[in-house]
């Protein structure tokens, strides 16, 4: 038998219920950081997924193929990186490959080591960037019904 809130053992309301429903139970500071923690460092780990196995290596490079439940869940660990649609993502590194180092290129690395490595998603895109990108064939893509459902 467990103790409750008021002490007694027979009354009152058991601890793991003493806080309402839809509010966190009390945490000390060193708890809820440990907690805050863990989950910063998975959010961490699967938005890293989601750009890497995902937009990177699955939809940019067709580097292997996926069935339809991996291709979800990456797509929803894309969208936990808040780095653009998965299709849009994969575009803009085609358009880096295809014209590296110039003002087409989405990450050119003329601009500057912070530029290419996060300034990047935090400026509009060079008009040429946009232009290249057009232009470049997207159709793998585009047939994708998950990428589709994830642009909307």
């Known amino acids: 038998m467990g103790h409750y809130v008021d002490g007694s053992r027979d009354k009152g309301i058991p601890e793991h219920c003493s806080h309402e429903p839809?509010?966190?139970?009390r945490l000390t500071?060193?708890?809820?950081r440990n907690k805050l923690s863990l989950v910063a460092f998975v959010l961490?780990?699967?938005?890293?997924?989601g750009i890497t196995a995902g937009a990177h290596r699955l939809w940019a490079h067709?580097?292997?193929?996926?069935?339809l439940p991996l291709r979800i869940i990456l797509v929803i660990f894309n969208t936990i990186a808040f780095q653009d649609c998965a299709m849009h993502w994969a575009r803009d590194h085609r358009v880096h490959h295809k014209f590296s180092e110039t003002d087409a290129d989405p990450h050119n690395a003329t601009r500057g080591f912070f530029f290419s490595h996060i300034g990047w998603l935090l400026c509009r895109k060079h008009p040429e960037v946009i232009a290249k990108g057009r232009n470049l064939d997207i159709s793998d893509l585009?047939?994708?019904?998950?990428?589709?459902?994830?642009?909307?």
């Open 29 to 32: 500071p060193y708890e809820y």
């Open 44 to 49: 961490y780990v699967v938005s890293g997924l």
């Open 142 to 152: 585009k047939a994708d019904p998950v990428l589709r459902f994830q642009k909307k």
């Open 62 to 67: 067709r580097a292997y193929k996926a069935k």
């Open 22 to 25: 839809g509010v966190l139970p």
